[in-house]
């Protein structure tokens, strides 16, 4: 199972070495969430033996939590019953986190006034290590579906809004995220050289805001802020993403980045 820069990855070793010796660490419950979570790298329903394999589990243990997971609505059978998928309860979750998370609320409004004004696609992204996790998704009149879903992610070391982070990082915490990243090219495209990388940071430190020429998506171009905490430290990114086929690269910063930069600062502030 390969991993997936559109989903989160499981738990990993570290975490599951150190964390796990703390007292108050609740193993049935990380449990019960590696049953959850290992939906994240599959796109079809799972048999109980399945989650077992994948998550390492005796298939007892995850009988018990799967018919527990399903009592509660967190897991359901597919409507074919070929197997088991996650149930609606869990969209519950995600809007407690929209509607909670001081980033998202305080950011929707200045959103849809960008998206009104540039009338392209604009995004929220909230920055989680390695990869920036979408959190609102503002069409434009080009509809991709990977580009309707929140709840998506991509790697920081190659988008926009990632180099925007890294560039308000300090350089020993920024090489750390590019050296820890899986530097594997989405498109032909896509930088994966460290000494290019870094150069693009650079860059994007002195402009205030990144371009991104079809790093994740060909023929895309998207530039990228990032949203600073009241202790200036990044926590968040706004993006604004158009087709190569209707602009240049110059036409597109040249209009649009002023816009992104105000918005990005404007959510920023205390």
Sequence with gaps: MSPNYLRSL???????????????????IARAMDVLSIFHQIDRPLSLQEISSLTGLGRSNVQRIVFTLRSLGYITR???????VPGLRLLD????????NPV?????PILLELRRAVRERV????WDDLRLVYASRLQSKREILTSTFIGYSVPVFCVSGGW?????????????ILTRSRRKAVTPKTLTDLG??????????EAGYATALEQVLPGEIAIGAAILDQAQRPVAAIHVAGSLSEWTPEDFTRQFAPLLV???RTISRG
């Design 104 to 108: 998202v609320v305080k950011a929707t």
């Design 10 to 28: 499981p738990r990993t070793p570290p975490e599951n070495g150190e964390t796990e010796k703390d007292a108050l660490f609740v193993q049935s």
């Design 164 to 176: 925007a982070i890294l560039s308000q990082l300090g350089e020993d915490e920024a090489d750390s």
């Design 93 to 100: 979750h995600s809007l407690d986190f929209l509607r909670l």
């Design 262 to 264: 105000q918005a990005a």
């Design 196 to 205: 290019a990388l870094k150069e693009k940071i650079r860059e994007t430190r």
């Design 78 to 84: 597919d409507p074919d019953d070929r197997g088991y």
């Design 123 to 126: 995004d929220l992204s909230i």
